[in-house]
C-alpha cells in the first residue's frame, strides 16, 4: 500500500468513527427519554448556523488543536502525556500572574510576547515534573501526569481565591486583562488561531522534514534500534513531554489572553482529555489535528446549544469521545507501527521462526 | 488517635477494593487505567438502582453488575481486538464521565435526591473490644468485604492453581500458552473480575462515604488506586498495607481542615495527590512488575 | 504426519506438503538449516500452529485440527521443550511445575507437589533443583527442569528444538546420555538440530527438510555426513574458498582496535565481561568463537555503544574513546549485527529511512542544518538495493516487508558505506540462506583485503573457523586463546574449559 493510499484508509476509518460515534449517541439519548433529532439539530445549529456558532466553533478549536498536537507529537513517541489538562491550567495561570500582577503596566510589546512566553513555560514546567520523575525515579508518566492534572486544578483555585484575586475581592477571578494583555483580535477570532493553526504545520515539518522529527519517529516506533543509531530515547521523550507541555501551556495563554480577559476556576472544560480523542483520531498525524480538531471543537460548540434548547447535557460530548477514541484506534492497523506485526511484517518473523 | 485510626480504615476501604481489583488485572499481565471509569459507573449505577429500589444492598449487586459490563467492554477492545490497553482506558473514563453525568441528568433532571446507605454496624464479638474494637470492627460491610477479600486474593494468587495460572499468564504469556493454559480467557475473566470490585468500590462512594451521586465523584481515587498497586508491589499484603497508608494521609488531611489549620481548601484537596507523586518518586524504581504487563500475547507472532 | 503445508504469509510457504513419522523408541532427528520449517512442523505436531493442510495420526487416532491446542496435544502424549524456555523465571520451579497441570484439583499444596516433582526427578534420574526460582537457575538446570515436566504430563514423544544450542559440551553429552535412556525405556524423542554432528551422534534416523519440503528419510547407520550435508544444502558443503586471500602475516601496523581490560555487568553471572583485553590490526580477522550466553551479547552492545562498561577502555585507531553510540562510530567502528534485537533496523521506517538511520548527527549528505533531505537519501537507496540486489527495491517501502536476507543487505551496505576502518560483526549471517550468507561473507572478506580491522563475533563455529585469521574464545566473559591450527574438538574443549552451568 502507498502512503496515498494509507493516508485515505485513515481518513476512511476516522469518518466511520465519527458517524458511528454519532449514532450511538442518538440512540442512547433516544433510550434514555430525549429527543435525538432536536437534539442533533440543534448540535449542528449551535456549531455551524451562522457567524455566532461558527465563531464558538472556532474559539473551541483552538486550544483543542494546540493541546491536540501536544498529545499528538507525545504519543508518537511513546510518551502517554495525560496530563495536557494540567498544562493548560498552569500555563493559563502563569500568563494571568504575568498580565495581572508582574508586568500588568508594561507596553504591549513587552507584555503581550511575556504573556504567551510565560504560558508556554508553565505548562513546559509541569510536564518537566512528570518527565524528572518518568527519568530520574521510574514513575509511569500515565499515572504522574494524571495527578498533576488534580494538582493543577487545585493551584488555580489557589490563585484565584488568594494571590491572583481580583481587586474587588468578590469573586474567585483575577482582575481582567489590561488590554496590553490581551491577543489582537477581529471580532472575536484572536491571533491564537493563526499562531495555532501554523503551528501544526510547523510540527508537521519538525517531524517529517528535519533531524530531530526523525529521530523522535524513530524512538517512537522502536526505542532499542534507535538506541543503536545513538539516540537517547530518554532524552527524546523527555523533550517530547516538554515540548507537549508547552503546547498545552500555550494554549491555556490564549485562552486566558484572546478568550476570556481573566483567568478563574473551571477555564477549561477537559480540554487537555478531549485532546487525547483529537489526536488519537487523527492517528497522530499533525496536519490532521486540525480537521480532527475543528470536528471536536464543533461538537462542544454545538453541545451548549443543545443543552439550552433540547435540554440534553453537555456530558452527550464525552461520550462521543469515548466512542471516537475506541472505533479510531480499534479498527485500525494501529499495529502495522509495531515490528513485526504487521502482515508482510510477518513474513520475517516467521522465517525466523522457522528454524 | 481512635477515630484518626477508624477513619483511615474506613477511608481506605474504596481504594483497597478498586486496587484489589486493578492487582488481579496487572497480575494477568493487563493494565487497566478505566478503574476511574469503572468506579464512577459503580457509583452511578449503585445509587440510582439503590434509590429505584429503596435497598442500598441491590444497590450495591447492582454496581458490582455494572462493573462486570464496563469490564466486558475493555476487555472485548483491549483482548479481543488488541486495541492499546492504555487507549482504552482513556476511552472507558470518557465513556464513563459522559454516559453517568447523562444518566444522571435524565433520570433526576438537576435535582438528586438521597439515597439509602449502608451503615456502619458492629461485629457481634469484636466489635465490642476495647481499643481494636471501634477501629477495626465497627464498620460498613464495605469495609469487611475489602478487608476480607484482601485475604482471599492474597491466598487465591499464592495457592490456588488459578491464582498460579494467573501469574503465569502475567509473566510469561508465551510460556502458560504452551503448557495450556488459555491466556485470553485467563485475561479477560481477570479484566471483569477486577472491574467488578472496581464497581462495588464505587458503590462504597455514593451508597456509605455519601448518600448521593455527584458527577466525576470519584475524584481520581481510580487513578490513586493504580499507584496502590505499584506501591503495594503487586502483592495483596503490599496493597492493603499502601491502601491503609493512603486512607490514613486522607484522615490526617480532614482532621487538619476540621482542626481549622489556617491552610487554604484547595492546598487539602491538593493533599492526596501530591501525597501518591511523592509515594511515586521513592517506590516505582525498585517495585518489580509482572513482566508482561501491557504487553498484548498473540499466539502466531511471537 | 501427512503433507502438512503452512503459509504464515501468503505465497510464502514455511511448510510444503511434509512428511513425518515417528516411531516409539527411536530417537529422530529433524534436521535442516534455519529457515527450512523445523521448528514450525513440530509446532504443528504439538498444537501451536494450525496447519493449513495436512494429516495428523497419533496411536492411529487422526487428529482435528480445529480444536487441537497445546493441552490436547499433552493428553496425546506430546510434550516439546522449545528453544526458548517457557518456565516462568519469577515462579519457583515446584510451581512452574504445577501451574500448567491439568489434573491436580483448585488447591494448591506446596509441599505435596514438592514430593511428586522429586519422586517423578528420580523416575527419570534427572537432577533438579527444586526450591529455587527458575530465575536463579542455570541454563542447564532450566533445560532438565522443562524436559522433566513435559515427562512428568505423561508425554511418550518428546520434541526437544536445538537443546544444544545454550549447553556446554559437557552438559549436551550429559542431556544425551538421558536421551539414550529415555529411548530405552520406550520414550521417543524428536531431536531438532542443524549441527550435523549431533544428528551422527544421538540420532537412529533422521528427516532432512529443506526450504519447506522433505528430502530425504534416512537411517543414520546408513548414511555419512556428506550425503546428510548434500540432503541439508542441496549441493557439496564446501569449505569457504580460503584461496587468494593475503597470508596473515600481511596483516600489519599498529593495531586499529583494542579493548583494555574491559568489564561490564551481564544479564547473568556467566554472561558478566571479566576484564577482556584484545588487539586487532588492520587487514585481519578475528573470530571470537563462543556459545551463546557467554558474554556475546553484552561485548556486542559495549562495542555498539549501548551497554556501558564498567571499567577498562577501549581504543580505535590508538585514540580511547568514550564508549558511546555516537563517539564509537565518529571513530571509525561500524557494527553489523545479524540479529533481529541489535541490528538497528527500524520498522516502520522504510529503506531509505533505515539506510541514514545512524547518520542523523552528522551525516551531511542527509541530514543538513538540522533537516533532514529525504529525496538524497531515496536516491542513495535505490543505488544500494541496485547494487547489493535488493527486492524490493523501492525506496519508500517499509522495510518490515524485507525478507531477513535483504534487509541484512541493507544492514550490510549502510555499515560498510564510508569504509570503516573498524567493523564488529555479530553473526552476520543468522537466518540467512546459503546465497545470502556467501554474500555477507564475501563482503567481510573484501573489508578485510582493504586493510579494515574487524572482529567477528559469532556462535556458529564454523563461520568462525572459515573467516578468521586468528580465532579467539569467549568463555564465561573471559577471553581464552585458541592456539593456530586447532581443530573443532580441540576448540570445543576449550569452549568447555569454563562451564556455563
Redesign the interface.
Known amino acids: 500500500m502507498t502512503v496515498r493510499d494509507e493516508r485515505l484508509v485513515d481518513v476512511a476509518r476516522a469518518s466511520f468513527a465519527i458517524v458511528l460515534a454519532l449514532v450511538v449517541v442518538a440512540a442512547a439519548l433516544a433510550l434514555l427519554g430525549f429527543e435525538p433529532g432536536p437534539a442533533l439539530a440543534a448540535l449542528a445549529r449551535g456549531s455551524l448556523g451562522g457567524t455566532a456558532a461558527l465563531t464558538a466553533t472556532v474559539l473551541k478549536t483552538t486550544p483543542l488543536l494546540l493541546t491536540g498536537l501536544g498529545v499528538a507529537l507525545c504519543f508518537r513517541c511513546g510518551v502517554w502525556n495525560i496530563g495536557a489538562e494540567g498544562q493548560l491550567l498552569v500555563g493559563a495561570l502563569c500568563a494571568t500572574a504575568v498580565a495581572t500582577r508582574l508586568l500588568p503596566d508594561a507596553p504591549a510589546v513587552v507584555l503581550l510576547p511575556a504573556v504567551v512566553l510565560s504560558g508556554a513555560l508553565g505548562g513546559f514546567a509541569v510536564a518537566a515534573v512528570a518527565g524528572a520523575l518518568r527519568a530520574s525515579r521510574g514513575v509511569s508518566e500515565v499515572i504522574s501526569t494524571i495527578l498533576l492534572n488534580f494538582v493543577a486544578i487545585q493551584l488555580v483555585a489557589l490563585a484565584v481565591h488568594g494571590p491572583l484575586q481580583e481587586a474587588a475581592g468578590a469573586y474567585p477571578k483575577s482582575d481582567p486583562f489590561p488590554v496590553a494583555a490581551l491577543l489582537p483580535a477581529i471580532g472575536r477570532w484572536h491571533l491564537g488561531i493563526a499562531v495555532a493553526a501554523l503551528l501544526a504545520v510547523a510540527t508537521e515539518v519538525l517531524l517529517f522534514r528535519t533531524a530531530i522529527g526523525f529521530r523522535m519517529r524513530a524512538v517512537g516506533l522502536a526505542p532499542r534500534a534507535a538506541r543503536f543509531a545513538g539516540i537517547s530515547p530518554e532524552r527524546i521523550g523527555l523533550a517530547t513531554l516538554g515540548l507537549g507541555g508547552a503546547f498545552a501551556g500555550l494554549a491555556g495563554a490564549f485562552e486566558v489572553a484572546g478568550v476570556t480577559g481573566q483567568l478563574y476556576e473551571g477555564i477549561s472544560p477537559g480540554h487537555g482529555y478531549t485532546a487525547i480523542a483529537v489526536a488519537l483520531l487523527a492517528k497522530l498525524h499533525p496536519l490532521a489535528v486540525i480537521p480532527s480538531a475543528l470536528f471536536f471543537g464543533a461538537l462542544e460548540a454545538g453541545a451548549g446549544a443543545m443543552q439550552r434548547e433540547a435540554g440534553v447535557p453537555a456530558s452527550v460530548t464525552q461520550v462521543v469521545q469515548g466512542i471516537a477514541i475506541l472505533v479510531s484506534a480499534t479498527f485500525a492497523v494501529a499495529a502495522r507501527r509495531r515490528p513485526g506485526a504487521a502482515a508482510a511484517g510477518a513474513a520475517s518473523a516467521a522465517a525466523e521462526e522457522a528454524t | 488517635m481512635e477515630a484518626l485510626l477508624e477513619a483511615a480504615v474506613r477511608l481506605a476501604a474504596p481504594l483497597l477494593l478498586a486496587a484489589l481489583g486493578e492487582l488481579i488485572v496487572e497480575r494477568a499481565g493487563v493494565v487497566n487505567i478505566g478503574v476511574e471509569g469503572t468506579m464512577l459507573t459503580g457509583a452511578f449505577v449503585g445509587f440510582a438502582a439503590a434509590v429505584a429500589s429503596d435497598s442500598a444492598g441491590l444497590g450495591v449487586a447492582a454496581a458490582a453488575f455494572a462493573g462486570c459490563a464496563v469490564g466486558v467492554l475493555f476487555a472485548f477492545f483491549a483482548i479481543a481486538r488488541g486495541t492499546d490497553q492504555i487507549v482504552v482506558g482513556m476511552a472507558v473514563n470518557l465513556l464513563a464521565v459522559g454516559a453517568t453525568g447523562l444518566a444522571a441528568r435524565a433520570l433526576y433532571a438537576g435535582a438528586t435526591p438521597s439515597g439509602p446507605t449502608l451503615s456502619s454496624e458492629p461485629l457481634p464479638f469484636a466489635g465490642d473490644l476495647p481499643y481494636l474494637g471501634p477501629i477495626l470492627f465497627s464498620h460498613t460491610p464495605f469495609v469487611y468485604a475489602a478487608f476480607g477479600l484482601a485475604i482471599a486474593v492474597g491466598f487465591a494468587l499464592t495457592r490456588t492453581r488459578a491464582g498460579l495460572r494467573l501469574r503465569a499468564v502475567g509473566e510469561v504469556a508465551r510460556a502458560a500458552d504452551a503448557e495450556g493454559v488459555p491466556v485470553a480467557r485467563v485475561r479477560v475473566t481477570a479484566i471483569v473480575l477486577g472491574s467488578c470490585l472496581a464497581g462495588v468500590a464505587g458503590a462504597a462512594l455514593s451508597l456509605a462515604q455519601s448518600d448521593t451521586f455527584t458527577e466525576s465523584m470519584t475524584a481520581g481515587r481510580g487513578f490513586i488506586a493504580l499507584a496502590v498497586v505499584i506501591f503495594g508491589r503487586w502483592s495483596a499484603r503490599g496493597v492493603v498495607l499502601a491502601a491503609l497508608f493512603f486512607g490514613l494521609a486522607n484522615a490526617l488531611q480532614f482532621r487538619a481542615q476540621a482542626q481549622g489549620f489556617e491552610i487554604p481548601y484547595p492546598i487539602f484537596l491538593m493533599f492526596p495527590y501530591l501525597v501518591t507523586l511523592t509515594v511515586l518518586a521513592f517506590v516505582a524504581a525498585r517495585a518489580r512488575a509482572p513482566a508482561d504487563l501491557g504487553t498484548p500475547y498473540n499466539r502466531e507472532r511471537l | 504426519m501427512c503433507g502438512i503445508t503452512k503459509a ?2 501468503r505465497d ?1 510457504p ?2 510444503e506438503s511434509v512428511d513425518f513419522d515417528i516411531a516409539a523408541g527411536e530417537i529422530h532427528s529433524l534436521l535442516g538449516e ?7 512442523l513440530m509446532n504443528v505436531l504439538v498444537g ?2 494450525r496447519p493449513d493442510a495436512g494429516t495428523l495420526v497419533v496411536a492411529g487416532e487422526p487428529v482435528d485440527f480445529a480444536t487441537f ?3 490436547q496435544a ?1 493428553r496425546c502424549g506430546i510434550g ?1 521443550v ?10 519457583t520451579v515446584v ?2 511445575f ?5 489434573d ?6 506446596p509441599a505435596r507437589r514438592r514430593s511428586a516433582v522429586q519422586a517423578l526427578a528420580e523416575r527419570f534420574d534427572f537432577d533438579v533443583p527444586l526450591d529455587r526460582r527458575v530465575e536463579d537457575l542455570s541454563v542447564g538446570e532450566r533445560q532438565r527442569a522443562e524436559i522433566l515436566r513435559v515427562l512428568g504430563r505423561g508425554a511418550r514423544v518428546l520434541i526437544l ?2 537443546p544444544t544450542s545454550v549447553l556446554t559440551p559437557g552438559e549436551a553429552r550429559r542431556l544425551f546420555t538421558s536421551l539414550r535412556r529415555l529411548r530405552d525405556s520406550g520414550h521417543s524423542v524428536v531431536f ?1 538440530s ?1 549441527k550435523l554432528g549431533e544428528v551422527e551422534e544421538i540420532a537412529d534416523r533422521v528427516t532432512v527438510l529443506r526450504r ?1 519440503r522433505t528430502v530425504g528419510v534416512l537411517d543414520v547407520a546408513e548414511a555419512d555426513a556428506p550425503t546428510l550435508g548434500r540432503k541439508m544444502l542441496g549441493r557439496d558443503v564446501a569449505p569457504l574458498d580460503r584461496t587468494g586471500r593475503p597470508p596473515v602475516a600481511a596483516a600489519s601496523g599498529p593495531p586499529l582496535l583494542q579493548l583494555n581490560g574491559l568489564a561490564a555487568p551481564g544479564a547473568t553471572e556467566a554472561s558478566r565481561l571479566r576484564g577482556l583485553s584484545l588487539a586487532v590490526r588492520a587487514g585481519e580477522i578475528v573470530g571470537v568463537a563462543g556459545i551463546d550466553g557467554n558474554g556475546q551479547r553484552e561485548l556486542e552492545e559495549v562495542l ?3 551497554r556501558a562498561p564498567s571499567s577498562g577502555e577501549l581504543r580505535i585507531r590508538g585514540e580511547a574513546v568514550t564508549p ?3 563517539s564509537l ?1 565518529a571513530a571509525g567502528l561500524a ?1 553489523l549485527s545479524g540479529d ?10 522504510s529503506l531509505a ?1 533505515n539506510l541514514i ?2 547518520g ?2 552528522d551525516d551531511r549528505r542527509f ?1 543538513r542544518r ?3 533531505d ?1 529525496g538524497a537519501a531515496r536516491t542513495a537507496a535505490r543505488d544500494v538495493a541496485a547494487r547489493y540486489g535488493v527486492v524490493p527495491n523501492d525506496p ?1 517501502a ?1 522495510i ?5 536476507g535483504n ?1 541484512q543487505k541493507l544492514t550490510v551496505a549502510r555499515e560498510l558505506d564510508g569504509d570503516p576502518a573498524v567493523l564488529v560483526a555479530v553473526n552476520p549471517a543468522r ?1 540467512l540462506d546459503v546465497g545470502a550468507a556467501r554474500f555477507v561473507h564475501e563482503r567481510l572478506i573484501e573489508r578485510r583485503a582493504a586493510g579494515a580491522a574487524i572482529l567477528l563475533i559469532s556462535t556458529e563455529l564454523d563461520e568462525v573457523m572459515a573467516l578468521s585469521d586468528r580465532l579467539v574464545a569467549l568463555v564465561r566473559g573471559t577471553f581464552v586463546p585458541i592456539p593456530a591450527g586447532a581443530d573443532r574438538a580441540e576448540i570445543g574443549a576449550i569452549l568447555l574449559g569454563g562451564t556455563v552451568t
Not at chain 3, 491436580?104 to 499444596?109: A, C, D, S, T, Y
Request: charged share 15%; hydrophobic share 45%; glycine share 16%.
Open positions: 504464515f504469509v510464502l514455511v511448510l534455519n529457515g527450512a520449517g523445523k521448528s514450525t501451536l500452529v491446542g497445546p493441552a499433552a516439546m522449545h528453544q526458548h524456555s517457557a518456565l516462568v523465571p519469577a515462579m510451581e512452574n504445577a501451574f500448567g497441570d491439568p491436580g484439583g483448585w488447591l494448591f499444596r528444538d536445538e531438532i542443524h519447506g555498539a555503544g549501548v558511546g553510540a555516537r562510530r557494527h533481529r534485537e541489535t541490528s538497528g533496523l527500524i520498522a516502520g521506517f529511512e538511520l545512524k542523523s548527527y541530514f538540522g533537516c533532514l529525504l519508500d517499509d518490515a516487508v524485507l525478507s531477513g534487509a537466518g
